[in-house]
């Protein structure tokens, strides 16, 4: 089945960038998933940053990083990125990425932060964003 690890959080200034990374492993083929980027900061719930399509072409995001982040995937290294930029203290959080093979998701931005059609989840990696 597969297996998904996060990695590149850190603490940084707010204004600068920082690029999150997935691996995938434990497949047979990483083009069937769809991937999402998820983040839960302190008290609050889990919610939905940015999915995108088994091959890339459908890629949905959040009203609150639309412009900021983006999202890309490189099949033949079976990772998913996020790239952030122009980083807010409001974008603290655990950052997790996760895996779904139910395709379809990635049609409508409302079933691509459904965490419920998701089968993988990494266990996550913080983000601070502090002066």
């Known amino acids: 089945q597969l297996q998904v690890v996060e990695s590149g959080g850190g603490l940084v200034q707010p204004g600068g960038s920082l690029r999150l990374s997935c691996a995938a492993s434990?497949?047979?083929?990483?083009?069937?998933?769809?991937v999402g980027w998820f983040r839960q900061a302190p008290g609050k719930e889990r919610e939905g940053v940015s999915c995108?399509?088994?091959?890339?072409?459908?890629?949905n995001y959040a009203d609150s990083v639309k412009g900021r982040f983006t999202i890309s995937r490189d099949n033949a290294k079976n990772t998913v990125y996020l790239q952030m930029s122009s980083l807010k203290p409001e974008d603290t959080a655990v950052y997790y990425c996760?895996?779904?093979?139910?395709?379809?998701?990635?049609?409508?931005?409302?079933?691509?932060?459904?965490?419920?059609?998701?089968?993988?989840w990494g266990q996550g990696t913080q983000v601070t964003v502090s002066s």
């Open positions: 434990g497949f047979t083929s990483v083009d069937y998933y769809a």
């Open positions: 996760a895996a779904s093979s139910k395709r379809y998701i990635t049609t409508v931005q409302a079933l691509c932060f459904m965490t419920g059609l998701y089968e993988s």
């Open positions: 995108i399509s088994s091959s890339g072409d459908r890629k």
